[in-house]
């Protein structure tokens, strides 16, 4: 199992929600900004050779908790080659979220064992979305934990009957959150105080040192909201722990 030091603040960032594409210009920020808790984003096929290759060049030392966003999106004939590629980042014992529908043979997936993490998806998504479909993957995949994008299952269900299901189904299983707000076009937007306090409802069922990782797009005009997104993210599952 992947480890990190037991603090109190493992609230960060995706690098592609603060700077699309540019993990080294997302990466600097984060280092000037003390930021200790990262998601190396890699979500289109692309990306990923490029940022593997890199990483025994990245000051990456301040991080207190790494992990790994693997591509979202690839057609079956290119996933043993996903999976090779990905071979780095499992033998540095980080986490590896991916998406369920692109699995397309789990036991290729194995071999990354309980650093494997099912992210839980939205509506654009024909699997992974319910307790019922995760448990299908995880049936197939039973070392594997879960990335639980609180986003997607709100998105899903505004009632959070949804996201109850999912968060004590598998609260055991939770090795990463994923926070944000999801518009009607499924876009990562900026929390919003009713999103907040949503999130806030299930702040007892996670364990205080869970890391939390933003994923609202702050790029561009929105870079400025950063450091208030990240108190924000924090407020949302930590207050009154």
């Known amino acids: 199992m992947s480890a990190f030091r037991k603090i109190e603040n493992l609230t960060g960032f995706s690098t592609g929600a603060l700077e699309k594409g540019n993990y080294r210009k997302a990466l600097d920020w984060m280092g000037e900004h003390e930021v200790n808790t990262v998601e190396l984003s890699a979500l289109r096929f692309d990306e990923l050779e490029p940022l593997v290759k890199d990483l025994d060049r990245l000051d990456l030392k301040e991080f207190d908790f790494i992990s790994f966003h693997a591509p979202s999106a690839f057609c079956e004939p290119k996933e043993k080659r996903v999976i090779e590629l990905l071979e780095p980042v499992y033998e540095r014992g980080w986490n590896i979220i ?144």
Not at 147 to 156: I, T
Not at 173 to 189: M, P, V, W
Not at 211 to 222: F, N, T
Request: with cysteine.
């Open 98 to 241: 991916v998406h369920p529908d692109v699995i397309y043979h789990p036991e290729l997936w194995q071999r990354f064992g309980d650093q494997l993490l099912i992210e839980n998806m939205d509506r654009r998504k024909p699997t992974g979305r319910t307790a019922g479909e995760l448990q299908s993957c995880f049936e197939r995949l039973p070392e594997a934990r879960l990335c639980l994008d609180v986003a997607h299952a709100r998105q899903l269900d505004t009632t959070l009957h949804l996201l109850s299901s999912i968060v004590h189904t598998f609260a055991a299983r939770i090795a990463e959150i994923h926070i944000s707000e999801l518009d009607t076009h499924c876009r990562h937007r900026p929390l919003s105080k009713s999103s907040i306090q949503d999130y806030h409802n299930f702040v007892d069922s996670y364990p205080k040192e869970l890391p939390v990782i933003i994923e609202s797009m702050l790029d561009g005009a929105r870079a400025s909201l950063r450091k208030e997104e990240q108190c924000l993210a924090e407020e949302s599952v930590r207050v009154g722990r």
